[in-house]
């Protein structure tokens, strides 16, 4: 429904003003809204309207016709241009110029512009232009010999709670973040004038009618206590602006608007005392090293093995020369043999199977062992024996090959 | 002169010459303009633009903010460090102005730090040592052979130079570095 869908790619500090500038619609009129979505919820909607107000204006008293309103507001969708008409005929903002039906022809109404008009301002300079304008009035109405006591008693009182309000609103501000602060700063400007402006209006006010002093009192701790929040919240924000060498003190909007809006002569002045070379790169040293180490190196690390975390004992003692496990393989082998250079490996397991598997493994071994003289050589058989110890035997020879 | 341009504002001349040579240098006895930071060089004197608070462009990165474009900046980088190792024969002091080296000492640096074909590597350091002359970060006389460092490195502030001076200690030594040692420290005495 929103115009800006179409072009996504507005920007997030766009999408922030348009915040702010929704902010203060719904401030205004969050004492008249039935809910909280009655408010229009984009800023571009309150731009139909004044577009269309602003074609009225100009057509005089003919009003305009339906296609004609459509043809003023065609830069926008049509959905959204029947949604503004429709609640702007609900509100009663545009009406038939004769209440009567197929009416095609449509007027304006006085208020909602004058309404728009307080929008407006109260917009581009929020509340504090407004409360410039109020003491003005207040200091005027005081002066005028038809003013009762009653009517400069509710005047000081309703300024007493404005002044209360702002000053809570600051003292949260100043314990808040310190970038929303940075943001808001706007409502921190001209406050001497407004606290001078204010305590001449009470200094008035209790001169011509002593018997409000109370209510004065009561003006005079309200305007205290704004000039104390603003001023802390001020230096909040110096400090921060001391340390952090951010230039964007002011809303970016307003670097924006000075930019556009500024003459080449200003926007000039700004870089007076500098001279420009032609652009280059800056090779800082610190990319210098950076550039150097991250380089491709010409071989690649080798990570070094792993040690172990005990010192490092040195080369093993045991070189293999403890001939213990070779002797007893010896032994048992002369022992099988007896003197004879071979033997069948049937007649040596002929015992219980638990001894011969052991004796199997020791001839094994034997003829295994590199360093001793035996070999175990099998036949290709296998006899079945269903009565003997192992139930079937492979016919082989274990035999002496060497001295 | 201004007869010879057809009467072209002497600033526009100015300003177009700088732009096509680079940093401009004036004679030292010249006035220096405000606003500039000055490196001297013997009789001249090299102008460049200061920068507020001490701040250097590097400041750009902080705020997210693109630098000028420059193509292989790791390239450009490493053979500024070759010739660096070359060219600031005294760590001590400061690199600018420094001594003259060779380009064949920096190419073979070069080579040295680099990985795979050597010959490759020394053409490649051969346009990055263009291009750094043209950006003013090295003097570059091809005719002669020498290379030495450029105006533009008397703006590193001194407290950015310890981490540089440690890495051009590991960098590889310049072939002709021990022949030279002798001529190069009396060169830098009789400056």
Redesign the interface.
């Known amino acids: 429904m929103s115009p800006t869908t179409e072009n996504a790619a507005a920007s997030l500090d766009d999408v922030l003003v348009g915040e702010a500038v929704l902010g203060v619609y719904r401030q205004m009129f969050a004492a008249l809204a039935r809910d909280s979505g009655a408010v229009v919820d984009d800023p571009e909607l309150v731009d139909v309207a004044e577009t269309l107000l602003a074609a009225f204006a100009d057509a005089g008293e003919e009003g305009l016709s339906r296609e004609q309103m459509r043809h003023v507001c065609r830069r926008y969708p049509p959905e959204v241009f029947e949604n503004r008409l429709r609640v702007l005929k609900g509100l009663g903002a545009v009406r038939e110029v004769f209440p009567k039906p197929n009416q095609l022809r449509y007027r304006a109404s006085f208020t909602s512009v004058v309404g728009l008009m307080f929008v407006r301002r109260m917009m581009l300079d929020g509340g504090q232009s407004e409360m410039h304008r109020l003491l003005a009035l207040e200091q005027l109405n005081v002066a005028d010999p038809r003013m009762t006591p009653e009517q400069a008693r509710d005047g000081a009182e309703g300024l007493a709670r404005a002044f209360r309000l702002w000053s809570v609103e600051l003292v949260t501000l100043t314990n808040g973040t310190i970038e929303e602060l940075r943001e808001q700063a706007p409502k921190l400007w001209g406050t001497e004038e407004i606290l001078l402006r204010a305590e001449r209006l009470h200094g008035a006010i209790l001169r011509r009618w002593p018997q409000l002093d109370r209510t004065c009192t009561d003006l005079r701790a309200a305007i205290y206590a704004y000039g104390d929040a603003s001023r802390r919240a001020a230096a909040r924000l110096s400090d921060s602006a001391g340390t952090t060498r951010n230039l964007t003190l002011l809303p970016p909007e307003t670097w924006r608007t000075f930019a556009r809006t500024a003459t080449r002569d200003e926007l000039a002045a700004v870089l007076d005392g500098f001279v420009f070379d032609a652009a280059a790169p800056w090779h800082e040293p610190s990319a210098v090293v950076a550039a150097v180490e991250d380089a491709p190196r010409a071989a690649p690390p080798r990570p070094a093995p792993p040690r172990p975390s005990v010192p490092d004992p040195g080369l093993s003692d045991d070189t293999g020369s403890d001939t213990a496990a070779t002797d007893r393989l010896r032994d048992i082998a002369e022992e099988i043999l007896r003197g004879r250079d071979r033997v069948a490996v049937e007649d040596v397991l002929a015992r219980d199977w638990a001894a011969a598997r052991r004796i199997l493994a020791d001839l094994s071994s034997a003829h295994l062992h590199p360093g001793l003289p035996y070999r175990l050589v099998w036949s290709d058989g296998l006899d079945v024996r269903a009565e003997g110890s192992p139930t079937w035997v492979t016919p082989g020879w274990f035999e002496r090959t060497g001295p | 002169m201004t007869a010879g341009h057809g009467g072209v504002d002497p600033h526009v001349l100015a300003r177009a010459r ?2 096509v040579l ?3 240098s004036a004679p030292a006895a010249d006035p220096v ?4 930071a000055t490196a001297a060089d013997g009789d001249r004197v090299w ?4 920068w507020p ?1 001490g701040a ?3 400041l750009l990165e902080e705020y997210e903010t693109a ?4 193509d292989r ?6 053979v ?2 070759a010739a ?1 190792r070359c060219c600031w024969t005294r760590p001590d002091d400061a690199p600018w102005p420094g001594s003259p080296a060779a380009v064949a000492d920096v190419l073979a640096v070069y080579a ?5 074909d050597a010959g490759l590597a020394r053409r490649w350091a051969t346009g990055e040592l263009r291009r750094l002359h043209d ?3 090295l003097l570059l006389d091809e005719p002669a052979g020498i290379v030495r460092p450029g105006p ?1 490195i008397a703006l ?1 502030p001194e407290s ?2 310890a ?2 001076r ?2 051009l200690h590991r ?1 590889p030594q310049p072939p002709s570095r021990a022949g030279r040692d002798g001529a190069a420290g009396a060169e830098g005495d009789a400056r």
């Open positions: 700088a732009r680079g940093g401009p303009p405000p606003g500039t102008l460049f633009p200061a608070d250097t462009p590097a630098p000028v474009p420059l900046a790791g390239q450009a980088r490493r500024l460090a660096l040295d730090m680099s990985r795979g950006t003013g970060w533009r590193w950015s130079l981490s540089l440690d890495l960098l």
